[in-house]
């Protein structure tokens, strides 16, 4: 993995700590040339992977890049999917069945075809696997080296103990995609000890990693541990200015604390901003 | 170990499934919905015991405590029946769908001496507590205005054909997004909205329903604002609610990420400085043991499970706080122009 990852909430007007900021935002980004920019900027910086949730304005950019095949040859995707709201309104409005309806392609009801055996044998992870296909549509052509399970998922099957559904998307990703499959979580340890229980080998963890303990649940303390411990798994942070709260210098002296963290994963969209945090971070894992 | 069993498995009794399976306080042994799909993916990749009769499952299970996240109109009777097989219950809100089923299911919470919560999680927000602490502490003075707001993008199309487009479930901006804002002023207020004026709730894409709510609101302790609420609103990425609150020596204004406070001399007593100043949940929120799309869903879960292990029970959402906002709910639909 690049130790240095540029991710997409300032794009899509995420923005955890104010939502004034994140209006501001999605003004700024209306125009998908805009992204372009700050991600041509951020190569500039010799930043060249992109994290980010599979938000229908990627397919947008993919497109471009697809054009453009000598330009964007050493750019690389971490899509993180399900898009959370996409499929929340969804829900709300369709309800689940007509989520699924919507968003698997293939007719569910029709009795030939992967989607309509899969769903008339409730074989949900055949289903899982069409919704993965479904989310990683708009990377094709693209390098995609890991692919993440995003944390409202993630932890929503940790705490229903549906095991079973990680062992399969991992192996999925890795079978199907060629790809590292990876976890999004608010709940870092309790997904390390899982990832073990389950034989998911030495599984990338992304986690809120800061200062102030930001969405690190349970302890800070626990969290260190876990970082600074021999346990087999592959941190990345993210959160590390905690939305915002944080200035760079002591975010990132931080998070390079923790010479276990493999990459750092941050949102920022001016050239100046982009190049600064990278040199904080890449200098902090120097010393 | 307590035991709980939910009725009603969409968005949120998933969303609390999964929360309370993250408790190391309790076993998640039971759920009860309709849904086939879910049942069989529960029944594959869970240990939870799966009914679709609420009532057999209550009776076999035994469950310490009940989760009820179903539409509204079936609250009553779940919740009737639940507590009196002796089971603690938290409740989605609103309560109940009449006030008269509300004081109904209060009376016999008591009588039994069972916890007793409903799921209104912005009282569990940390920007919400702080700005009721400094309001309580009078750091704008008296306060004579208020404006309780709500937007989401929930209602954007004249499809309908769920239980939220249909008024005899409980369907309705009023009762599914407004109650959030009336529960939330008359935490934050200490006191009760108990009237209403100029009360506007028109429907805007929702055929039965209405999808926007305007009016005035009286507090008992004579303090009056506005409302403001609407789920038809493309603008916002997800539900946004939030506060604003006048007083005589300055202005607080909060959503779930920010608290801005506005005093017009230098406070040193509480660290304000003469103008704007800001305060980020960042710094507001307590730590919880498992977040799952936010910590004001676990810190809800987890006073209402404490309650039950040790007796000391976090008032702030029971049964009977709760059934004021159903009150003044039926009073706006009577209002309604």
Redesign the interface.
């Known amino acids: 993995m690049d130790r240095v990852i540029l991710g997409d909430n300032q794009f899509?007007?995420?923005?955890?700590?104010?939502?004034?900021r994140?209006r501001a935002q999605a003004i700024r980004f209306k125009e998908d040339q805009a992204i372009l920019d700050v991600l041509d900027n951020a190569r500039a910086c010799g930043i060249n992977t992109f994290m980010c949730t599979t938000h229908d304005r990627i397919a947008n950019i993919t497109a471009y890049m697809r054009k453009r095949p000598e330009e964007y040859k050493d750019f690389k995707f971490h899509p993180c999917m399900p898009y959370a709201?996409k499929y929340?309104?969804a829900?709300?409005?369709?309800?689940?069945?007509g989520t699924?309806k919507a968003y698997i392609p293939g007719n569910i009801f029709a009795v030939t075809g992967k989607a309509g055996i899969a769903y008339m044998r409730?074989d949900?992870l055949s289903l899982m696997e069409l919704l993965v296909d479904a989310e990683m549509k708009m990377f094709q052509g693209m390098q995609t080296p890991v692919i993440f399970l995003q944390n409202?998922i993630v932890?929503?099957?940790?705490?229903?103990?549906?095991?079973?559904?990680f062992v399969h998307f991992a192996e999925y990703i890795k079978k199907k995609y060629h790809a590292e499959p990876g976890f999004i979580t608010?709940?870092m340890p309790?997904l390390v000890d899982m990832c073990e229980r389950l034989g998911i080998e030495n599984p990338i963890i992304c986690s809120s990693i800061n200062k102030?303990?930001?969405?690190?649940?349970?302890?800070i303390a626990e969290y260190e541990d876990y970082l600074n411990s021999d346990r087999k798994f592959r941190p990345m942070a993210m959160q590390c200015l905690?939305?915002g709260?944080l200035k760079p210098e002591e975010a990132m002296e931080y998070v390079t604390r923790f010479p276990k963290i493999e990459a750092v994963l941050f949102g920022a969209s001016s050239k100046a901003h982009i190049q600064q945090t990278k040199d904080l971070i890449l200098r902090g894992f120097a010393r | 170990m307590i035991k709980a069993a939910i009725i009603g498995l969409g968005k949120m009794g998933m969303s609390h499934a999964a929360i309370l399976g993250g408790l190391p306080e309790v076993e998640m042994a039971a759920m009860c919905d309709t849904d086939s799909l879910l049942q069989n993916a529960f029944k594959k990749f869970t240990r939870i015991q799966c009914f679709t009769d609420y009532k057999k499952m209550i009776e076999e299970v035994k469950p310490d405590c009940v989760y009820v996240v179903t539409p509204t109109k079936l609250h009553y009777e779940m919740v009737m029946f639940a507590m009196e097989h002796g089971c603690h219950v938290f409740c989605e809100k609103p309560l109940a769908l009449t006030v008269e089923e509300g004081e109904s299911l209060v009376a016999k919470a008591r009588e039994k001496g069972l916890v007793n919560q409903v799921g209104y999680h912005n009282r569990y927000i940390g920007t919400f507590n702080e700005m009721k602490r400094l309001l309580a502490e009078g750091v704008i003075g008296r306060p004579f205005h208020f404006m309780g707001e709500a937007y989401g993008p929930v209602v954007l199309k004249t499809k309908g054909g769920t239980w939220r487009s249909d008024k005899k479930n409980g369907g309705g901006c009023l009762e599914d997004y407004a109650a959030h804002v009336l529960n939330l002023i008359n935490y934050v207020m200490e006191s009760d909205i108990v009237d209403c004026a100029g009360v506007h709730m028109p429907s805007i894409f929702s055929g039965e329903v209405e999808d926007a709510v305007y009016g005035s609101l009286y507090m008992a302790n004579g303090l009056k604002g506005q409302i403001s609420v609407n789920w038809s609103d493309d603008t916002v990425r997800k539900m946004t609610t939030s506060l604003k609150i006048e007083g005589a020596a300055g202005k607080l204004e909060a959503d779930a990420t920010t608290l801005k406070i506005y005093v017009k001399e230098d406070r040193p007593e509480f660290g304000l400085e003469k103008g704007w100043n800001f305060k980020y949940i960042t710094e507001l929120t307590p730590l919880v043991d498992f977040n799952l799309r936010g910590e004001e869903y676990t810190a809800e879960s987890a006073a209402f499970i404490n309650g039950i292990l040790t007796g000391r029970v976090d008032t702030r959402n029971s049964f009977e706080k709760s059934l004021q906002t159903d009150r003044i709910i039926q009073k706006m639909k009577e209002a309604s122009l």
Request: charge should be negative; proline fraction near 0%.
């Open positions: 899509f007007a995420v923005n955890h700590l104010s939502d004034e994140s709201h929340a309104n829900v709300t409005e369709l309800g689940i069945l699924l409730n949900y409202v932890d929503l099957l940790y705490g229903l103990g549906m095991d079973e559904v608010m709940n309790r102030i303990g930001f969405r690190m649940s349970g302890s905690a939305a709260a």
